[in-house]
């Protein structure tokens, strides 16, 4: 972490062959301060999430998806999905996501064949594969739906102690799937997070039970249902946040590439604002160590193309890397809005042909993944961002967004860093959808300037002439 007794140093003027060449572009001022570290940026920022029953063997069986996830260092990966979790049965799956729950009197429906679907030991063997620490899901709404609370009881904990007597060292243990609609009142559903939080810490002492719950609609006061569940739980260490951009469902927000160019930032900041307020609740309450995390975030942008779906996504992933969040799962690989899912698949989901813009966004944030979060400050509300330091004093990554549709001059203010014989460079996601690379070179002690591409997510590189990051 860095003194702010160290001199001023940085940053310098970018080679003219480094510039993008605009007229006239729009001035803008940034400024990173070095004597103001905020906090280690959270390892699990870049979360994925795994459908079971939308996870064919076919899919990973050449490695591409999880090549993807190492470059993007997906921290955690959530399984068995959302809304799925409130009908499977971990250990007598069906294939059947979302639509029937084998628990249901009468139900006769064929089950999938185990190729189609990813189970538990699959899932395990794929996280242990890519470096992911599993989060499972427990299904408490069958239980409850069919009077079989006991039954629900001892079900979860034969999953917690399969996964204990395996080794699969499952930590992240997440309780039901949005309580507020599947018929969980406030205090129902914080009771339910106690027994059976209680149940797996018997089991896995040093586990880490999740709830979730939302922002929005706040005419329905989601939020403050949230801070009263994590007021009322005893066990509850964190607490999820389900909100997707350009989904009314939630929080209010654009819809459209237009309606999001006004956003600055994205969702005009009450995504940040509760995030904040979130833990000021908690601090009040005499909870200071109950987590945020947005573990089932996305984006759904109308009339959008996938590029556009990528730079709001990068929108969202700058409030989330800026704010004090713990685990972040993105909705999602191959289900949901065609636009906005990483994986490009076949019609019938078995074939892997490609990957969407959105995933080259992941692998750019990656690199701020456990790094020293700085504030980054801007006279402009189309161009802002954050910035990642190591702690050697070595390497500095200034994140920025210009969602304008213009290019932006950019002069940037680096102080308080100390990094000798600076060497600079840019990642620059631009239309239609991929990454290019400039580079710099050798920069002087002083300011920088660059010019960003209209609609642009950028990663500015700044390396010493020893670090090799």
């Known amino acids: 972490m860095y003194s702010a007794t160290l001199r001023l140093l940085l940053i310098a003027h970018f080679l003219t062959a480094f510039q993008v060449l605009y007229a006239d572009p729009a001035q803008v001022e940034i400024q990173v301060d070095g004597s103001k570290p905020q906090w280690k940026i959270s390892p699990y920022l870049t979360g994925s999430h795994f459908v079971y029953a939308s996870e064919p063997d076919s899919l990973f069986r050449d490695g591409r998806v999880a090549q993807w996830m190492r470059q993007s260092k997906v921290g955690v990966i959530r399984w068995p999905g959302g809304t799925a979790v409130q009908n499977y049965h971990w250990d007598h799956l069906n294939g059947i996501a979302f639509k029937a729950d ?3 009197p009468g139900y006769h429906l064929p089950s999938a064949p185990p190729a189609d679907f990813m189970s538990l030991d699959k899932y395990i063997a794929f996280c242990r594969q890519v470096g992911a620490a599993p989060m499972v899901g427990i299904n408490i709404k069958s239980g409850k739906d069919f009077n079989r609370t006991q039954d629900s009881l001892d079900e979860a904990r034969r999953l917690v102690t399969y996964c204990r007597d395996q080794g699969y060292n499952v930590k992240f243990w997440y309780i039901g799937n949005e309580g507020y609609a599947s018929g969980f009142g406030v205090s129902e559903y914080a009771a339910y997070i106690d027994r059976y939080g209680a149940m797996i810490k018997s089991i896995e002492p040093d586990a880490v039970i999740i ?15 949230s801070v009263r569940i994590a007021q009322q739980s005893r066990l509850l260490d964190v607490m999820e946040f389900h909100e997707k951009w350009g989904d ?7 819809q459209t590439m237009e309606d999001w160019r006004k956003e600055s ?15 000021e609740a908690m601090a009040k309450a005499g909870k200071p160590g109950i987590k945020v995390s947005f573990n089932e975030w996305g984006v759904d942008v109308a009339g959008g193309t996938p590029f556009d779906a990528a730079l709001v996504a990068s ?3 700058i409030e989330i890397f800026r704010n004090d969040v713990y685990q972040a799962c993105y909705w999602d690989l191959n289900i949901g809005p065609a636009a906005s899912r990483v994986l490009k698949v076949s019609r019938d989901n078995a074939t ?6 959105v995933a080259g966004v992941f692998e ?4 701020a993944l456990g ?3 700085y504030q980054v400050s801007s006279n402009n509300g189309s161009v802002y961002g954050f910035a990642a330091a190591g702690p050697d004093g070595g390497n500095l990554d200034i994140y920025l967004l210009n969602k304008a549709e213009t290019p932006m001059a950019v002069n940037v203010r680096a102080i308080q860093f100390a990094i000798p014989q600076a060497r600079a460079s840019v990642q620059a996601f631009i239309q239609p959808g991929r990454v290019i690379n400039r580079n710099a070179g050798m920069i002087l002690p002083a300011n920088f300037s660059i010019t960003l591409d209209p609609s642009s997510f950028n990663r500015v590189v700044i390396r010493s002439g020893t670090s090799r990051g």
């Not at 892997?352 to 813009?357: A, R």
């Open 102 to 104: 084998s628990w249901a």
């Open 211 to 225: 709830g979730d719950w939302k922002f929005g609609p706040f005419a329905r006061h989601r939020f403050e249902q």
């Open 248 to 254: 009314q469902w939630g929080m209010s927000s654009g």
């Open 265 to 279: 930032p994205i969702y005009n900041g009450d995504l940040g604002k509760y995030t904040r307020l979130f833990h």
């Open 315 to 317: 929108d969202y992933l």
């Open 352 to 357: 892997l042909l490609g990957f969407n813009p």
């Open 364 to 367: 750019m944030v990656a690199n």
């Open 371 to 373: 790094e020293t979060l």
